[in-house]
């Protein structure tokens, strides 16, 4: 029920959360002429400019340096051994963050920001620090928060949150989950020689991720001196850092200095929402194609609801988020054409189904195969280890999907998804005249002929 005390004041168009999908679609809306507020509890930009992809990419980039140094000889440059200064790489990440929140704050120059925590009244009403709000759309995008395994001692390990900002680097670190962010911050604190040990529950790495590309970075990431256990049951994490865990029936430990819990993520959910009807999948707001939130019930007259970004649970993912911020202003259509990256030591990317997925779906495929090693630049910079793997439909020459381990992976992987975007035949890449010397030849070779 509405509280009477509450002052009201009234948009066109209300956005809860200020990351990337939020801030975009509130800038967007408040462009086209309408009266826009965003509502953040936090810092602006989200999980993704504080907690997760920029962060983290900053922490790569000081991991490839240190790797670069002190494999400098292989280049005929004497560098001597890398000295990791942990408290300076950690206050170079919070500069670069600092600057990003600026650049959203002046991206948001022509939106209404409230700091605070938003409570939905009713449909068109949130409360936020004893003001109302209300608007006849309203956005949801408060994103995600990191889950932590319900196991004995679960609160001695660290969040991936927690661990951006530790100043002093442990001599070993176990990483409960070997998903994108496990391996990013295997990657990471191998790099600055802290001696990693990966437990994940799967069969595999990367579970998203096409098997053979996943076997490839875990093979890679071995080579390292990273310790990878799959079909691991973690069962406890016991005072002292010693974590019990079970694989095939068996028994097992591990030890370390510091443990990571890096298990996925779940949806944050304002409150008040469950009390409106809204319908939930799985813990996550349920959404049409169009990014409307439906509801058990009958839906609300005179408002619409929209969930975006990892609230929804349909792609957690940044990218994903703004797409269907643009989704839900009806500015873009759907579209599964996401592409998909791990910043690991060599980097891994996706877009498109995986040969498993095509299998499944009992699809006549054809699948080609180019490796880094016979490309000229990939051995010029150092990096022979590296695989492209396109798969096209067998009959139609339709792209279904490219999944590549290798340097600049992240990068190469776009020029297929504008490719599936578009429509085009995977002929249509091998046609293409590609620069020489450029990685971007190793992509050129694999299509399917």
């Known amino acids: 029920m509405l509280n009477s005390d509450c002052a009201m004041e009234n948009f066109d168009l209300i956005v809860i959360g200020a990351g990337p999908g ?26 993704c400019l504080n907690r997760g992809c920029i962060p983290t990419k900053a922490l790569c980039r000081s991991a490839e340096v240190a790797m670069t140094v002190g494999n400098s000889s292989e280049f005929g440059i004497s560098a001597g051994e890398p000295v990791i200064d942990l408290p300076r790489i950690m206050a170079r990440k919070d500069e670069i963050l600092a600057g990003l929140r600026e650049s959203v704050g002046m991206v948001l120059n022509d939106v209404t920001v409230i700091r605070g925590e938003a409570k939905f009244i009713c449909a068109s009403t949130v409360e936020v620090n004893g003001e109302c709000y209300t608007a006849h759309e309203i956005i949801v995008a408060t994103g995600s928060r990191p889950v932590m395994l319900d196991i004995p001692g679960k609160e001695l390990a660290l969040s991936s949150d ?47 991720f096409d098997v053979e590309i996943a076997k490839r970075l875990r093979t890679s990431l071995k080579r390292r001196g990273i310790e990878i256990v799959t079909s691991a049951q973690v069962t406890a994490i016991n005072p002292g850092l010693t974590v019990e865990y079970e694989v095939k029936g068996k028994s097992k430990t591990a030890e370390a200095e510091q443990v990571l819990m890096a298990v996925g993520r779940r949806p944050v959910v304002p409150e008040g929402l469950d009390g409106i009807g809204v319908r939930f999948e799985r813990g ?33 993912l940044a990218h994903a988020a703004y797409m269907h911020g643009l989704v839900a202003l009806g500015k873009a259509k759907l ?51 590296g695989l492209v793997k396109i798969i096209a439909d067998s009959e139609t020459d339709e792209l279904l999907g490219c999944h590549i381990c290798g340097a600049h992976a992240a990068d190469l992987v776009q020029e297929v998804a504008t490719a599936m975007t ?6 249509a890449i091998s046609t293409a005249v590609h620069a020489h010397p450029t990685l971007t030849e190793v992509v050129k070779a694999a299509v399917p002929k």
């Not at 578009?422 to 002929?427: C, Q, R």
């Open 22 to 47: 939020g801030y975009e679609a509130a800038a967007e809306a408040a462009a086209l002429g309408r009266r826009v507020a965003v509502i953040e509890r936090d810092e602006l930009g989200g999980t």
């Open 335 to 385: 579209t599964d054409i996401i592409p998909a990256a791990v910043f690991t030591w060599p980097e891994c990317a996706m877009v498109g189904l995986t040969e498993e997925q095509c299998a499944a779906a009992g699809r006549q495929i054809k699948i080609g195969k180019a490796m880094f090693r016979s490309n000229g630049k990939a051995l010029a910079m150092g990096e022979p280890d």
């Open 422 to 427: 578009a429509g085009l035949k995977a002929s």
């Open 284 to 316: 996550a707001i349920a959404v049409d194609d169009n990014m409307k939130v439906l509801f058990d019930g009958s839906a609300p007259e005179n408002v619409t609801l929209y969930a975006i970004g990892d609230v929804n649970g349909r792609c957690m």
């Open 162 to 208: 927690e661990i951006l900002s530790i100043q002093t680097l442990p001599s070993s670190l176990i990483i409960i989950g070997g998903g994108v962010i496990g391996m990013e911050f295997a990657s990471i604190f191998s790099a600055f020689g802290v001696k990693v040990t990966v437990l994940e529950y799967c069969k595999e790495i990367l579970p998203p």
